[in-house]
């Protein structure tokens, strides 16, 4: 039997869904997905597959699955505007193409990038909190953007998993980690300044950007230094953060796929 493999990368906003994976008793990212899926294909077989799953409340601004057939799409362009017709209003599609069997979702070479959005000082607007992370202390910026590069290159991530065990592959390589204000995303009701954490990498354990952020924090609150922060990633190290930044704040930027450069 023949199958036909198409790749499509949407767009959602997270903040009202249990993350990507399907579960029982809850609304999730792709229970949504393949109810539409099934709707529009009128009960013809498919499978979705993603690229890797989003945390509870995580958005993402282009995140991608995997899509199987066993009947090709007579028109792409028409899928895709049908395919958004009925996605619920907080998940778009962005494109659809077309790949071989060779390719696998899970296992090709692909690099992605994480913002992480915040500010601090005072209470926002309510409208704020889907997107937005408020630290109502007071933070030193300069000292976290020093210790955002501590985290770029090859290091030793164990202080940086959730619920490490021993036979975890914890030598990641992150290829760039900067702390800068705030440009990419506006509204008339956002704080005068607010910042991203750039986090780009080939993968990410759970709840990895999370703790890195969570750690800057207390960074800048003064709770730890740089030095505590250059010990957690030396090899075999592993210092136990308890600060998990909210996932609201965390964004899946891109996802860039070698095959496709």
């Known amino acids: 039997m023949n199958k036909y493999f198409y790749l499509i990368t949407i767009q959602y906003l997270g903040y009202r869904f249990h993350g990507w994976q399907k579960q029982p008793h809850v609304k999730t990212l792709h229970l949504m997905v393949d109810r539409t899926l099934n709707f529009i294909l009128e009960?013809?077989?498919?499978?979705?597959?993603?690229?890797?799953?989003?945390?509870?409340?995580?958005?993402?601004?282009?995140?991608?699955?995997?899509?199987?057939?066993?009947?090709?799409?007579?028109?792409?362009?028409?899928?895709?505007?049908?395919?958004?017709?009925?996605?619920?209003?907080?998940?778009?599609?962005?494109?659809?193409?077309?790949?071989?069997?060779?390719?696998?979702?899970?296992?090709?070479?692909?690099?992605?990038?994480?913002?992480?959005?915040f500010t601090y000082g005072k209470k926002c607007h309510p409208f704020c909190a889907p997107i937005m992370t408020t630290i109502l202390d007071d933070l030193d910026i300069g000292v976290m953007k020093q210790g955002a590069k501590l985290f770029e290159g090859p290091h030793y991530f164990k202080s940086y998993c959730f619920k490490p065990t021993d036979n975890g592959i914890y030598n990641r390589d992150i290829l760039l980690c900067e702390l800068v204000e705030n440009t990419m995303y506006t509204a008339n009701y956002f704080p005068e300044k607010s910042y991203i954490l750039r986090v780009k990498g080939k993968g990410f354990m759970r709840n990895q950007i999370r703790l890195m952020m969570g750690t800057l924090i207390d960074l800048?609150?003064?709770?730890?230094?740089?030095?505590?922060?250059?010990?957690?990633?030396?090899?075999?190290?592993?210092?136990?953060?308890?600060?998990?930044?909210?996932?609201?704040?965390?964004?899946?930027?891109?996802?860039?796929?070698?095959?496709?450069?």
Not at 231 to 255: D, T, V, W
């Open 43 to 117: 009960g013809v077989y498919f499978k979705s597959l993603s690229s890797g799953r989003t945390d509870a409340m995580v958005s993402a601004e282009c995140a991608a699955f995997e899509l199987f057939l066993e009947e090709p799409l007579e028109d792409t362009s028409a899928f895709l505007q049908l395919f958004n017709h009925n996605l619920p209003q907080d998940i778009r599609a962005l494109s659809i193409q077309e790949v071989d069997s060779k390719f696998n979702i899970i296992n090709h070479s692909k690099i992605k990038e994480y913002n992480y959005l």
């Open 220 to 261: 800048g609150k003064g709770k730890l230094d740089l030095e505590t922060i250059k010990q957690s990633l030396k090899q075999n190290a592993f210092i136990k953060f308890e600060h998990i930044a909210p996932a609201s704040g965390l964004i899946l930027r891109n996802i860039d796929f070698e095959l496709f450069n």
